[in-house]
């Protein structure tokens, strides 16, 4: 075998094998077993009996924000978050489609008004020792509207006490949360149900203790009922979790202990799993993916095709040129996504045409008929028409801002300015650690003209939508606003007729996203997991999930 370095030296100049590993899901009996027990069939049934015990040291590279259940909103976060909580149900990979399954509720009805009730798992606890009841689950919810900058529907679409746009805007407006007795859990409908509520639950971070809430910052010491219980952390460098002996999901999890680390260079996290420092890492360079199947001691694991969704974005908010519509048009038509997906992405990715969520992916939501003018990109005469009607000078410079040590968005980022090179465009890439790229991203400092940007998968046209185009909400960093876009966003979301919704996401795309492109998705990208070869159980889904409650060593 060549040596590490000239293998990643190999990657930086782009020369590498284009094959890549799909990640295949195993289908869970339908009905047949609990999750957790189905999950136990599965091993035996591929010959594999998992094994309790050990411990592992993994790597992620982003630092995580909060802890909190509630407010849970960068993926930083959620990786290590969905370790202590557990949902009212939760996505699950089936093969390559995503299906909801109960978690704390091992049952629910859906009334004809978009009510919801849940019958809870009975006899679970806390990590404080207490026991979950209904009244934890309505105090989780109707606690929600005390965090402020979570990104905010506009309070006249609300009359109820949600009013916070919360998880990437995943919750609308509900009413009050009901505990109808200590098992049952009640979200009553309205006059304007919220038709993606269960689907946003299955994304909601987790439910806490209203005990310990009152009695310690679950932003840094978080409180659930999950696998694994935070027991060290040291801010910006590694947090250590153990094993839940109460778990309430019998024989789980298999592991002793998870020690998560921060390490932002992604060729770094790769470099450290080679040489044993780690078992786990997230988010591998996609051209290192060969180097990794090509060891016998390491494997890789991705997820489908669009755990990253990319978009362009555009800061509107920053005035002339961004302003105008047609120069962001022409920005889109000079973006070969083809080329960026080869070059960047190693082929493991698919062509987005402007949507956001992949349909083909699950039945949550219906593919849409579009009427996309920029399928045909890239089109150069056509952007330079439009930076001439513009009036958009030879050598004009935009910034963009990458966090240090992202390999997947510096290549993509370097090979659409060579594009935009060929339009008259210098595209000016900053890199920044995470924190400080952040603010010049978002709030009124933000000093960025265009980002390539991923965001974690959704499956929901409404949580595909309103998190990025809805004002105000949190992924909007460029600003638009477009009355007509907010409420058609929030009719799609209050109508429960498949074919009525269909039709509103499609006007939603046809009249407003394509023909103002203040962001543009592009790329449906695989996400890809690096691990040494004797850990088994991960399963990466289109959320990703970074659960290890199934995951275990052979030891």
């Known amino acids: 075998m060549r040596q590490k370095e000239f293998l990643i030296a190999d990657y930086k100049t782009g020369f590498f094998r284009r094959d890549f590993l799909r990640m295949t899901g195993a289908?869970?009996?339908?009905?047949?077993?609990?999750?957790?027990?189905?999950?136990?069939?599965?091993?035996?049934?591929?010959?594999?009996?998992?094994?309790?015990?050990?411990?592992?040291?993994?790597?992620?590279?982003?630092?995580?924000?909060?802890?909190?259940?509630?407010?849970?909103?960068?993926?930083?976060?959620?990786?290590?978050?969905?370790?202590?909580?557990?949902?009212?149900?939760?996505?699950?990979?089936?093969?390559?489609?995503?299906?909801?399954?109960?978690?704390?509720?091992?049952?629910?009805?859906?009334?004809?008004?978009?009510?919801?009730?849940?019958?809870?798992?009975?006899?679970?606890?806390?990590?404080?020792?207490?026991?979950?009841?209904?009244?934890?689950?309505?105090?989780?919810?109707?606690?929600?509207?005390?965090?402020?900058?979570?990104?905010?529907?506009?309070?006249?679409?609300?009359?109820?006490?949600?009013?916070?746009?919360?998880?990437?805007?995943?919750?609308?407006?509900?009413?009050?949360?009901?505990?109808?007795?200590?098992?049952?859990?009640?979200?009553p409908g309205n006059d304007n149900p919220f038709a993606p509520l269960l689907s946003a639950l299955a994304s909601f971070g987790g439910i806490i203790n209203e005990k310990s809430d009152k009695e310690v910052n679950l932003a840094t010491d978080p409180i659930g009922t999950g696998p694994y219980m935070l027991t060290e952390s040291v801010a910006g460098t590694r947090w250590v979790m153990e094993r839940n002996p109460n778990y309430f999901k019998e024989g789980l999890p298999y592991l002793d202990k998870v020690t998560w680390n921060l390490l932002e260079d992604d060729f770094a996290r790769v470099r450290a799993l080679e040489s044993g420092g780690f078992q786990w890492i997230s988010r591998v360079p996609l051209g290192l993916i060969d180097v990794v199947d090509g060891q016998d001691a390491l494997k890789s694991s991705l997820t489908p095709a669009g755990g990253f969704q990319w978009f362009l974005s555009f800061n509107t908010s920053s005035g002339f040129p961004y302003d105008d519509a047609r120069f962001r048009q022409a920005l889109v038509w000079a973006l070969d996504a083809t080329r960026v997906i080869n070059l960047a992405f190693f082929g493991k990715a698919k062509l987005a045409e402007g949507q956001a969520v992949n349909a083909e992916l699950t039945d949550i939501v219906p593919n849409l008929d579009l009427e996309n003018p920029f399928t045909l990109q890239p089109n150069l005469t056509r952007a330079r028409e439009l930076l001439a009607e513009v009036g958009i000078p030879a050598g004009f410079t935009v910034d963009t801002w990458i966090a240090a040590g992202e390999a997947n968005a510096t290549r993509a980022a370097e090979v659409y300015g060579e594009v935009l090179a060929q339009i008259g465009i210098n595209l000016r890439i900053n890199f920044a650690q995470t924190a400080e790229r952040f603010s010049h991203i978002f709030g009124e400092g933000a000093d960025f003209g265009i980002q390539l940007e991923p965001i974690s998968g959704f499956y929901d046209h409404d949580q595909g939508l309103a998190p990025v185009f809805a004002t105000g909400s949190f992924f909007n960093e460029g600003a638009w606003s477009d009355p007509d876009f907010d409420r058609l966003i929030i009719a799609g979301a209050n109508t429960v007729d498949p074919a009525e919704r269909k039709a509103v996401y499609e006007e939603l795309y046809n009249d407003h996203i394509f023909p103002n492109v203040p962001k543009y998705h592009w790329a449906w990208q695989e996400v890809p997991y690096a691990m040494v070869a004797n850990l088994n159980g991960f399963e990466p889904t289109l959320t990703q999930e970074t659960s290890f409650e199934k995951v275990w060593l052979d030891q």
């Open 27 to 187: 289908a869970m009996a339908a009905g047949a077993l609990a999750p957790w027990d189905g999950w136990k069939a599965l091993a035996q049934e591929q010959g594999q009996t998992p094994v309790a015990g050990g411990e592992i040291e993994i790597a992620i590279g982003q630092n995580p924000v909060s802890f909190d259940g509630r407010n849970v909103s960068a993926i930083s976060s959620f990786q290590i978050s969905w370790n202590f909580y557990n949902r009212l149900v939760r996505f699950e990979q089936d093969g390559s489609q995503l299906k909801i399954v109960g978690d704390l509720a091992e049952s629910w009805e859906v009334g004809d008004d978009g009510s919801l009730t849940f019958h809870l798992h009975e006899g679970v606890q806390f990590h404080n020792g207490e026991i979950l009841t209904a009244s934890d689950v309505a105090y989780t919810f109707n606690s929600i509207n005390v965090f402020e900058g979570a990104g905010v529907r506009e309070g006249s679409l609300s009359s109820g006490p949600f009013n916070l746009f919360v998880v990437y805007g995943f919750l609308n407006p509900i009413n009050e949360v009901q505990a109808l007795d200590d098992l049952t859990v009640f979200f």
